[in-house]
């Protein structure tokens, strides 16, 4: 009933900045906390950034702080993350996903299809 839907995604170079987007349908609770996860090849997926339902607290993994911003509009139900200065470690598959905590992982409960973030040296 809930799909998750990333954008965004793409080939760039490094120092280059991509803002990825995800929109959320279906019936869903608006206090649920979003965030941005990311699986890179041969490793585990990882956090990367994640809001709570009011858009008041973000929280980013030390690998992107300072380089991105989490955001979401609550009424239209999207969430975006600008990623700035990008690194070729940060190629990845991203995912966007829905749960009631930012923390952990394993509380969300819905995942969008993922996007390729692919990042050139």
């Known amino acids: 009933q809930v799909q998750l839907v990333e954008s965004g995604g793409g080939l760039v170079q490094a120092g280059d900045s991509l803002r990825l987007s995800c929109a959320a349908s279906?019936?869903?609770?608006?206090?649920?906390?979003m965030g941005w996860f990311r699986q890179a090849p041969g490793k585990e997926r990882e956090f990367v950034a994640a809001?709570?339902?009011?858009?008041?607290?973000?929280h980013y993994a030390d690998s992107v702080k300072g380089r991105c911003t989490i955001s979401r509009d609550t009424a239209k139900n999207t969430m975006a993350l600008q990623m700035n200065n990008l690194k070729p470690e940060d190629t990845a598959v991203y995912y966007c996903?829905?749960?009631?905590?930012?923390?952990?992982?394993?509380?969300?409960?819905?995942w969008g299809q993922g996007i390729q973030v692919t990042v050139s040296s």
């Open positions: 996903a829905v749960g009631i905590r930012w923390y952990p992982p394993d509380n969300y409960e819905y």
């Open positions: 279906g019936r869903i609770v608006s206090r649920y906390a």
């Open positions: 809001v709570n339902w009011s858009g008041e607290n973000r």
